[in-house]
């Protein structure tokens, strides 16, 4: 899959980061983080420029974001309750526990989504609650688009000063990742136990 993403960025350069980078936020399992760094290497020895990268690849995340902002609008609070009347006993969850999520999504969901768009695999994820919360689209880009552009300027801007050892960050990315992911799911694994003490 790496040669692939790298062979099309050398052929199409700012289009192929803009298509690559959509399709990551629509299927996270595609990593970022060899997309945009490779194109900061990119600008070492190609007529691509940094500004460039930042703005191609900021552009095909924003794209594939509202993408999925748009398919959680389909699966919104009432279709949810419809899932928890047919299968909230196997899932152990009711009707209340949909209420709590989405008035907390509604409380804080804009600072979740401009820190969630720095942390992988999330920061594709989390258009759809987005979208099912139905937040003011314009704040919805207007965060996503600043978590972003953060990221996709970090990553970047660090493929072209490291250059031709820009593998190097993508390793460093990954070591982030595994620590956010054993965080969040430390996170989850204590607020499910409680969740559970406190049901029985």
Not at 141 to 147: A, D, E, Q, S, V
Not at 174 to 184: C, F, K, Q, R
Request: aromatic share 14%; with cysteine.
């Amino acid at each position: 899959m790496q040669s692939w993403m790298i062979e099309m960025m050398e052929q199409f350069g700012y289009i192929g980061i803009f298509l690559l980078i959509a399709i990551e936020n629509i299927f996270p399992p595609i990593p970022s983080e060899v997309i945009l760094t490779f194109g900061g290497t990119m600008t070492t020895f190609s007529t691509l420029t940094v500004p460039g990268v930042i703005l191609a690849a900021t552009g095909g995340s924003i794209t594939g974001a509202v993408i999925l902002y748009k398919a959680g609008n389909l699966l919104d609070v009432g279709r949810l309750e419809k899932v928890i009347d047919r299968w909230g006993h196997v899932l152990h969850l009711n009707k209340k526990d949909i209420y709590k999520a989405d008035h907390w999504f509604n409380d804080y969901g804009y600072w979740t989504v401009l820190v969630c768009r720095v942390i992988p695999f999330l920061r594709s994820l989390i258009s759809i609650p987005a979208g099912m919360a139905r937040m003011r689209f314009s704040l919805f880009l207007l965060f996503t688009t600043i978590g972003t552009f953060v990221w996709n300027l970090l990553l970047v801007y660090a493929g072209a000063l490291f250059g031709e050892s820009w593998e190097q960050i993508v390793l460093f990315v990954d070591m982030y990742a595994a620590i956010i992911y054993a965080l969040v799911g430390a996170g989850l694994t204590i607020l499910l136990f409680l969740l559970a003490v406190k049901r029985k």
